[in-house]
């Protein structure tokens, strides 16, 4: 399962310091970034996020408050919070506590002291139970490069999709693919597209006569959704979930 994500801060570079930082040592971030507290609220609302990353000069009694309940959530719900600074703070260090903050780290710091951090507040053996859905009659298209290869979608997940496509010969599993679904759900989005993913798995189910791979199965992983996309998939998982319950 993927650990979406969101850099909260003002500044630019310090926002894409950080993502690069999480890109190298965090194999399955799907990362999102916030200009401020307003902005990543609105983000956290509309879609599944599992970490927001924030800066104190973004923050306020507002956005504490707001972390506070989210970390009151049940764990499927929860949105974890990692405070990061350029200098040591004891006082505000002390006072995120009462908001239930524990965690914080100091700007630069070692290459892999990021990511051992996330690991601890996002371990990822916690998060192995993402819910997969399934929704009949539902399609992907993959690219990658000039071709592009349609595909039935057997499950799919906040983190991924598992897919069944017959076998392209142009196809080179070892590269990143663009993604687009055409979801079969009512009154769900019926399209969403830029899911950037890697295939994590490859399985032959049927083959020709010669052997070679007839019909393949493809597991893929987002490494990139855009914030448009995790909404959209987001709504269409609650309608799925509601139809569940009925």
Avoid at 97 to 102: A, D, L, P, R, W
Wanted: a neutral charge; glycine letters at 4%.
């Amino acid at each position: 399962m993927a650990r979406n994500i969101i850099i909260m801060d003002s500044s630019a570079s310090m926002r894409r310091i950080i993502r690069t930082r999480i890109q190298v040592t965090v194999s399955d971030a799907v990362i999102s970034e916030a200009v401020d507290a307003k902005e990543a609220m609105e983000l956290i609302e509309d879609a599944r996020y599992h970490l927001v990353l924030f800066s104190k000069e973004s923050s306020s009694e507002k956005w504490l408050e707001f972390a506070q309940n989210r970390l009151c959530l049940p764990e499927e719900q929860r949105t974890n919070f990692i405070l990061f600074t350029s200098r040591q703070n004891e006082a505000f260090f002390e006072e995120i506590k009462h908001y239930g903050i524990e965690e914080h780290i100091v700007i630069p710091c070692p290459p892999n002291e990021l990511g051992a951090l996330i690991a601890k507040v996002c371990a990822p053996f916690a998060m192995r139970v993402a819910k997969r859905y399934s929704a009949p009659g539902s399609t992907a298209l993959l690219a990658q490069g000039a071709g592009s290869y349609p595909a039935e979608i057997l499950n799919f997940s906040e983190g991924g999709l598992l897919c069944e496509l017959a076998a392209p010969a142009q196809l080179n599993w070892a590269m990143p693919l663009m993604i687009s679904l055409a979801l079969e759900i009512p009154k769900a989005p019926k399209q969403v597209v830029g899911l950037y993913s890697v295939i994590r798995r490859l399985q032959v189910v049927d083959t020709n006569p010669d052997y070679s791979p007839k019909t393949i199965r493809l597991a893929c992983r987002y490494i990139t959704i855009p914030d448009e996309g995790k909404k959209q998939l987001s709504a269409a998982f609650r309608l799925l979930d509601k139809q569940e319950n009925e």
